[in-house]
């Protein structure tokens, strides 16, 4: 059982950065962050590969970057140029897939917030 722990979530105005971490109990093969809006389903919003082959939704690319350190079993999405349609709280997970992303664990999410 691999324990995921996530933080970095905050408020910021729209435009502004945040950058989410997630530290993981142990190795797993792929990492990825979902994010899941008030009233909505969890959606998936990108994945890093044990080889850091990263994947995005459409709706971030270019703002949100992936990485991941492998040696302390952490990844981290930096989130650039955010909208209010970004806030959500955001999951990181775990598991044996990168396309699709993993599944297989979970953490406790963290709060995102963002003003107009």
């Known amino acids: 059982q691999v324990q995921l722990v996530e933080s970095g979530g905050g408020l910021v105005q729209a435009g502004g950065s945040l950058r989410l971490s997630c530290a993981a109990s142990?190795?797993?093969?792929?990492m990825a962050w979902f994010r899941q809006a008030p009233g909505k389903e969890r959606e998936f919003v990108a994945a890093?590969?044990?080889?850091?082959?990263?994947r995005y939704a459409d709706s971030v690319k270019g703002r949100f970057t992936i990485s991941r350190d492998n040696a302390k079993n952490t990844v981290t999405l930096q989130m650039n140029s955010l909208k209010p349609e970004d806030t959500a709280v955001y999951y990181c997970?775990?598991?044996?897939?990168?396309?699709?992303?993993?599944?297989?664990?979970w953490g406790q999410g963290t709060q995102v917030t963002v003003s107009s």
């Open positions: 997970a775990a598991g044996g897939t990168y396309n699709p992303p993993p599944d297989d664990y």
């Open positions: 142990g190795r797993t093969y792929a």
């Open positions: 890093i590969s044990w080889t850091a082959y990263t």
